[in-house]
């Protein structure tokens, strides 16, 4: 069945450096989610994406979704500590199906 | 706040024992969704519900079973408990039928130790 792959698992970063986490999927996504979870508590939806290629940005995040619609990051600038948290990527296991499949996340720690 | 609450917040029971976890989406939604989430792991969808029937199934035990009743709230059984459903339950819900085309809206969690 269809995967969506994150890497890293981990990342642990100083405070003001830049974050990446990767998204991949086995096949094409008819759309992207990301969620963030903080530590305890539950997740959180952040942005969808839709269209092949498309970039989206919210303050200090910046979203992409590949050419062809199989993989997706998220880019954070200059960490805060606030950023810290597990981000999740999920897509639809077939277009216009209820069931999201969701990566195993990337878990971002930060050190002051 | 997302709107979707969760009881209770935490559950401690033995094994072979028999749970109920409930959860009452947020104002309007339609759809509930159930996830497991153990430690350091992903979400793992169960089930979705929609309008009261049964839409989507994931990777759910025959021990597991879900409802939704006609005000919508949504409970999720548990039986013959055993060491490694020990997790976070999270619900979750949308406003139509969700997945591809709805943002979920996650509650809080229900923990569940099985000792």
């Known amino acids: 069945g269809q995967q969506v792959m994150q890497i890293p698992q981990y990342q642990h970063v100083q405070e003001g450096e830049d974050f990446t986490t990767y998204c991949n999927s086995s096949?094409?996504?008819?759309?992207i989610q990301w969620y963030k979870q903080r530590p305890g508590g539950h997740p959180v939806f952040l942005i969808q994406?839709?269209?092949?290629?498309e970039v989206k940005k919210q303050k200090r995040l910046t979203f992409q979704f590949g050419e062809a619609k199989k993989n997706s990051s998220l880019h954070i600038t200059a960490t805060q500590t606030t950023d810290v948290g597990t981000y999740f990527c999920a897509g639809p296991r077939i277009q216009g199906a209820q069931k999201l499949v969701f990566g195993q996340g990337t878990r971002l720690t930060i050190n002051p | 706040d997302s709107g979707v609450t969760q009881t209770p917040k935490h559950l401690i029971t033995a094994t072979g024992q028999r749970v109920t976890l409930r959860c009452s989406p947020r104002?309007?939604?339609?759809?509930v969704y159930w996830y497991q989430q153990s430690l350091d792991q992903g979400l793992q969808f169960l089930i979705q519900y929609y309008n009261g029937e049964e839409r989507a199934k994931g990777n759910i035990l025959e021990r597991f079973s879900a409802q939704q009743f006609p005000d919508l709230h949504s409970e999720l059984n548990l039986s013959s408990l055993e060491l490694g459903d020990s997790a976070l339950y999270f619900c979750?819900?949308?406003?139509?039928?969700?997945?591809?085309?709805?943002?979920?809206?996650f509650g809080p969690g229900t923990r569940l130790t099985v000792l």
């Open positions: 994406l839709v269209k092949s290629g």
């Open positions: 979750a819900s949308s406003p139509g039928l969700g997945g591809s085309y709805n943002e979920q809206f």
């Open positions: 096949t094409t996504l008819s759309n």
């Open positions: 104002s309007g939604d339609l759809s």
